[in-house]
């Protein structure tokens, strides 16, 4: 069996595409990053930014936006366009021949409108299927897919989709094809051990560690879906999670999770 060539997925909040600053540094550090790879990437303050501006009142739940229909042409503007583009013009202005991609361009995702429970999310999508043979062709022209947090539910309908997800489903369907490596980017250098310690970082979680570590209140909050996404991976054939700072991506350091 020949080696499978790695492939490297990135996903980037909102808060550091949508800084000049920051976004500059991360995209020069992702060009450098060697070979195959994607960059999928959030923009929610933009997004929340804009509504403001259009007398769009944004609602959200336990961290998670409501997607009404307005809102819905707004992060369709936002992420699809605005911080899409100005993504990709970045990369491109880098010698990276980067494309942006909602799941609608070329079917790449396809997802189902999330069923209303306690909350009804509106145009909130659950990823059902990622083309991963429609990527890898892109991926072997030397083409760097750069995706938006947005899928479409083959109806003619997009739908607002949570960036760690598309992050976690496209690097779990493309494991079938490349060796891969998945990063979260966020603020801080890793899972840390005390929240009030930023140097206290985890290097490397097994599942049974992570367990504990729940137990043990040393991780709580947003993190627990961060990690639970991180190790459901692992399960479906990506080689390594990896959680740091966004400008540690192409370093070593980090949360290392592994099987």
Known sequence: MRMREKLTVIKVGGKIVEEEATLRRLLSDFASIDGHKVLVHGGGRSATKLAAQLGVESQMVNGRRITDADTLKIVTMVYGGLVNK??????????????????????????????????????????????????ADLIAKDVVPVMAPLTHDGE???????????????????????????????????????????????AQMTPADFKKYVADGVIQGGMIPKLENSF????????????????????????????
């Open 86 to 135: 100005h993504i990709v013009a970045g990369l491109q202005a880098l010698g990276v021949n980067a494309l942006g991609l909602t799941g609608a361009d070329m079917n790449v995702i396809r997802s189902v409108k999330r069923p209303v429970k306690e909350v009804d999310y509106g145009f909130v999508g659950d990823v059902e299927k990622v083309n991963a043979v429609l990527l």
């Open 156 to 202: 003619g309908n997009m739908l607002n989709t949570n960036a760690d997800t598309i992050a976690g489903e496209t690097a779990k369907a493309l494991s079938a094809l490349y060796d891969v490596t998945l990063v979260y980017c966020f603020e801080k250098k890793g899972v840390l051990r005390d929240e009030a310690d930023e140097d206290s970082v985890i």
């Open 232 to 259: 459901e991976a692992i399960e479906a054939g990506v080689s390594e999670v990896i959680i740091t700072m966004a400008s540690a991506i192409n370093k070593e350091g980090g949360t290392r999770i592994k099987k």
